[in-house]
């Protein structure tokens, strides 16, 4: 482990150990991680376009062996162009949304609690319970004054929550969850559509999705979102990352 001094705040670097890929499940992984108090929004932004994404007070990325499949994606927001289904979901009446700073109460548990199970029958994601303590570590330290949460109504019910970080240069979409109930209000294509939109109203050109993997239905999807690039390297810190 190296504890790094850089400014008035220290970065803490470990990688783990390898263990079985969550994306693909015939692979191993190996995330290398920074923990960062008080980042501010200059790294946020410099780290989210080398790849990097946040939880928490952690960064983390894959740095695996003769594995590429991980691919950082970002929308290009000033030249995105929906398609005709795409369109069809953001025309939807009845939703509403809020926007304000992260926060858990015991409805966030209860529709977290709800998707995982969910996902774990529907796509034999690994199930892991979380609590208002391990939430916050999650979902909620660090998010200083670029972390939002916009929480998605319908006829008055919480049922979706959209955990989003404003950058220099776009939206970071760090993580999102649904009530299954309402599959057929597409809400995670919905919200990705109010992101770019918030966007545009900031004038801010990307929306960094993450993680694109070509062959796990949970990700792929993400390359329907026209134009956009992929980060070709993992830099370092002092090195300018490669967007194509």
Known sequence: MNRSPVHHYDIIEFSTLKTRCVYLG??????????IQDCPP?????????????????????????????QSLRIDVKNFTPTRSQRRVFKQKGISF?????????????????????????????????????????????????GKEVGYFYDENLVAIDLID????????????????????????????MQIEFAKEKNLSWIYLGYYVENCDSLNYKALYKPHQILKNLPDMEEEPIWL
Request: charged share 25%.
């Open 26 to 35: 015939d692979r191993l992984m190996k995330m290398q991680y920074k923990y």
């Open 42 to 70: 200059s790294l946020n932004t410099k780290l989210v376009k080398q790849g990097w994404r946040r939880f928490g007070l952690y960064f983390s990325r894959p740095k695996c062996e003769n594995c590429d499949q991980c």
């Open 98 to 146: 809020v926007v304000r700073n992260p926060t858990v109460t015991k409805e966030h548990l209860k529709l977290y609690e709800k998707y995982h199970r969910f996902m774990q029958k529907k796509k034999g994601w690994d199930y892991y319970s979380v609590n208002e303590d391990s939430y916050n570590d999650l979902y909620i330290k660090g998010f200083s004054s670029y």
């Open 166 to 193: 404003y950058l220099e240069d776009g939206i970071s979409a760090n993580y999102f969850y649904y009530d299954p109930d309402y599959s057929h209000l597409s809400l995670g294509v919905y919200s990705l559509l």
